[in-house]
């Protein structure tokens, strides 16, 4: 199973990025689909889930309103339209994959993780 994140990059304060997870070797379907963050000197967190006919999405409260995820089950690829950045938004973003039923935010519910996309924002 490979995870192939990308999409991230440099940009101002109150830009835009789209980040893309493509994956491979698994039943795309069949995974709910999630993006983590990680900073530096922290821990990698919840940002946000699709279900996986993408009928249903969560996300973090620090993204409500200025983050879109969303799924292409037939090119078994997730996106995470991000707008509005802030510099607090800086980290490298990590897609992961879930065969749990539900849209976990949890990350010991993931089997599969890609090798993340760095974020840079700034001020």
């Known amino acids: 199973v490979q995870l192939q994140a990308s999409g991230g990059g440099l940009v101002q304060a109150g830009g835009s990025l789209r980040l893309s997870c493509a994956a491979s070797e698994l039943t795309f379907s069949s995974y709910v689909m999630g993006w983590f963050r990680q900073a530096p000197g922290k821990e990698r967190e919840f940002v946000a889930v699709?279900?996986?006919?993408?009928?249903?999405?969560a996300y973090a409260d620090s993204v409500v309103g200025r983050f879109t995820i969303s799924r292409d089950n037939a090119k078994n690829t997730v996106y995470l339209q991000m707008n509005s950045l802030k510099p607090e938004d800086t980290a490298v973003y990590y897609c992961a994959a879930s065969s749990d039923g539900g849209a976990t935010m949890s990350r010991d519910t993931y089997n599969y993780w890609g090798q993340g996309t760095e974020v840079t924002v700034s001020s």
């Open positions: 699709i279900s996986r006919l993408g009928r249903g999405t």
